[in-house]
């Protein structure tokens, strides 16, 4: 069992600091495992725990594990239920269209459409090609006079996927008319309005009530198709392919709705029992959570809690008839994961319902996701149980899923528990090893998806890296040829160029190396790296993976030059956003040249992949319903700068590590704003007005030379949908210090004219 520690290089005052919390947490787990001593013992609400054999997570390793993943070829996998979605959508799809265009001279080439979009949809023949194919297609109908309302469907789903979302609005039917016509079932009327409110909600403030409206008719329709004949006998899966989806979006699909869902089912007599029963549990959990409320315990009323408790068992008991009725399905005992969180180790708690889930399909993703935040110790969890459910995934073997994958999940959660503090969780040479044998598991698979090879292998390169295997990094980085997934090497804190200094300086190899082209140039040779790379694009234009990947390169490097020549220049990504890092958002690029982003109830952010001087001036525009604005931020050190515009408060704020300062101001929500650093030290106008002026944002005046990276981000509020925009924007460098810098005197701070 691995065990979690910290460093033996801690020094002394660190011990005697820590000594007495570990004396505390010792007594507690000897009184934990004194109490659990019984082969049986009873819990609060009455069921049996396992034994301290089974169930004690600081036990020592189990005969066998708690969690049981069928390995087995026959059991289900999520390949099966695609390729059963597929046919049963192909063939409910032709169905429809004999129903209801028999005459349409464009019934064989729609009917071709259906195929390929579901092909591509379900996952059995999916890849950036095709996407663009199908689009090309659609075009080509469109446009030779293929008017078929199911064909508009689906094309404008390409459309919205491709983020086209204009052409997707402009794309679809007349959905009113098409469901008063009376011809075609609930099913496509859904998808209809769905594809309307997916394209309404990108599109602005304006459409704002067309999309809350379309949504609304969306859930409507997908209510009734509950009764439709397309989904019985076996079939009822694949409604829940819809609703979950659709039940997910809880700040839009809210409780109002989801109780007119219900009621809509609830008054249909042919609705499905199994599907009917899922509705209900959702929207008790749903009622359980709006009576406590979503703060802490220790806010939560008398009131709240009793009716949080009455409405989750509620939603217990719908899950568990839904689970009886078809155990074979993995929904009904997924959903009971979640409703069972802090009951994790009884004999009907989130590991049963775990097993449950599994046996119905092994690599249902949902199950491992739920139970891993259940497994957390906010829910009476521990680290040693989440490391041990990597392990059983680890060992279940099935490399032609993304099961053994699970592995990294739980790596990533218990950093995060950790709070990033240190690398030492990766440098235990079981994790090392664990890596190795995923990366090696994962070599040849031919039913892996491109995304989760490339995390595997990223994954390898940065614990390698921390463990100073650098052979191994070399190797890895060549199989990946340097283009490293963003969302796992972001999770070690380390940087694409950093590791390629790194490669570079411990093999004793050339910094021209042509296998490290593409990072070590950025850093070592920018002028010869752009024609480089430009014959390699041009090389590649029959392959868009390796062109995406070229063109991501060649324009990190180009902001790089720009930058480093000391004059103005657009910083704003093209189309594709290539050259910057996505952390978290749906950034993209509007027709106008705006770079752009629906704000959500969180913090959304996007990077220059380039590493920039801390010295530059910066202007632009920034629109938004709430907080968007600059950030700074040095990957290495963590330092992080953030200039907040506030359109909704009428502030503007600079916050950097603890610290902050604010001005309240005249503003609306269309600004203009000027950044500038030197010295470790911010000048900010917004309208033209100096806001503030020497304020050491940098503490270290070593760091303020170091590289960071400058990006956007927004993070909203309210009203979700609304789209953040930045215009205008261009930077340059620095070369001497501007008339508003002063040096100060040690703890001396001026931040304001």
């Known amino acids: 069992m691995l065990q979690w520690g910290v460093s033996m290089k801690h020094s002394l005052p660190y011990w005697l600091w820590r000594l007495p919390c570990f004396l505390i947490a010792g007594l507690l787990c000897f009184s934990v495992q004194q109490f659990s001593s019984a082969n049986q013992v009873q819990t609060a609400n009455g069921e049996e725990e396992l034994s301290a054999e089974e169930s004690a997570p600081l036990a020592p390793p189990r005969r066998r594990s708690l969690f049981v993943i069928p390995s087995d070829d026959a059991v289900s996998t999520a390949q099966h239920y695609n390729q059963a979605w597929q046919k049963w959508f192909v063939a409910t799809c032709d169905e429809i269209l004999r129903q209801t265009s028999p005459d349409d ?32 297609e659609g075009a080509r109908l469109l446009e030779a006079g293929c008017g078929n309302e199911l064909f508009l469907v689906l094309y404008a789903s390409a459309l919205n996927g ?163 009725l078809r155990p074979d399905f993995p929904e009904a005992a997924t959903e009971m994961i979640r409703i069972k969180w802090g009951d994790n180790f009884t004999r009907t708690g989130t590991v049963y319902w775990f097993n449950q889930a599994v046996a119905a399909q092994m690599d249902y993703a949902q199950s491992y996701n739920w139970l891993l935040w259940g497994l957390r110790p906010r829910w009476g969890g521990s680290h040693e149980a989440m490391y041990e459910l990597g392990l059983a995934a680890l060992h279940s073997g099935r490399f032609d899923t993304h099961v053994p994958s699970v592995y990294l999940d739980v790596l990533e959660s218990i950093y995060k528990e950790q709070r990033f503090e240190g690398h030492e969780l990766f440098l235990h040479p079981d994790v090392l090893a664990k890596v190795r044998q995923l990366a090696e598991g994962y070599r040849n698979q031919p039913r892996v998806t491109g995304d989760l090879r490339q995390r595997v292998l990223t994954h390898l390169v940065c614990v390698a890296a921390l463990n100073g295997e650098w052979e191994t990094v070399y190797d890895a980085w060549n199989a ?151 950030v700074l931020m040095n990957f290495d050190t963590q330092d992080r700068v953030r200039l907040v515009i506030d359109g909704n408060d009428k502030t503007s704020t600079l916050v950097y590590g603890q610290d902050y300062v604010r001005r309240q101001l005249g503003m609306t929500r269309d600004n203009t704003f000027t950044f500038s650093i030197w010295n470790g030290h911010a000048h900010v106008t917004v309208n033209n007005h100096t806001v503030f002026s020497n304020v050491p944002v940098i503490k270290d005046p070593e760091a303020a030379g170091q590289a960071y990276s400058i990006g956007f981000f927004d993070h909203g509020k309210w009203q979700q949908g609304e789209l953040t925009d930045f215009r205008d924007v261009r930077l340059r460098a620095l070369a001497v210090a501007p008339d508003w810098y002063q040096p100060l005197e040690p703890d001396a701070t001026d931040d304001s004219q």
């Open 480 to 630: 990946l040829g340097g283009d490293l997934h963003t969302d796992a090497y972001t999770v070690f804190r380390l940087r694409p160029p950093v590791l390629a200094r790194a490669i570079v300086s411990n093999l004793d190899l050339p910094p021209d190396s042509a296998l490290l082209a593409g990072q070590v140039f950025l850093h070592y040779q920018l002028t010869n790296a752009i024609p480089l790379l430009e014959q390699q694009l041009a090389e590649a234009s029959d392959d868009p993976v390796r062109t995406a990947a070229l063109r991501d390169r060649l324009e990190t490097i180009k902001i790089r030059n720009a930058f480093s020549s000391g004059e103005w220049f657009t910083f704003l990504p093209q189309p594709g956003l290539p050259g910057w890092e996505v952390h978290s958002g749906e950034w993209r690029v509007a027709d106008d040249g705006a770079l752009v982003v629906p704000t959500q109830r969180k913090m959304l952010e996007i990077f220059a992949r380039s590493d920039l001087d801390a010295n530059f001036e910066m202007t632009g525009r920034t629109k938004a319903l709430y907080r968007s604005g600059i």
């Open 162 to 324: 491709a983020m086209q979302y204009r052409a997707a609005a402009d794309v679809l039917p007349d959905l009113e008319a098409l469901g008063k016509s009376g011809k075609w079932p609930g099913f496509v009327l859904y998808l209809g309005w769905w594809e309307r409110w997916r394209s309404g909600r990108q599109l602005g403030a304006d459409h704002r009530r067309q999309a809350a409206e379309a949504l609304d008719q969306a859930l409507e329709h997908l209510a009734r198709a509950a009764a439709d004949p397309y989904f019985k006998n076996g079939r009822q899966r694949f409604y829940m392919h819809y609703y979950l989806r659709s039940s997910r979006f809880q700040v839009e699909a809210d409780l109002e709705r989801h109780r007119r869902i219900v009621k809509i089912m609830q008054e249909q007599s042919v609705t499905d029992e199994w599907i009917l029963h899922i509705a209900r549990g959702v929207l008790f959990a749903k009622e359980g959570w709006a009576s406590r409320g979503t703060g802490y315990a220790y806010t939560v009323t008398p009131e709240g809690w009793q009716g949080y408790h009455q409405n989750i068992g509620n939603a217990a008991e719908q899950f568990e008839q839904a689970h009886a």
């Open 105 to 136: 001279v464009w019934l064989s080439e729609v009917t071709q459409y259906v195929t390929n979009w579901a092909n591509i949809y379900s996952g059995v023949k999916s890849d950036g090609s095709r996407r663009v194919n199908l689009r090309d």
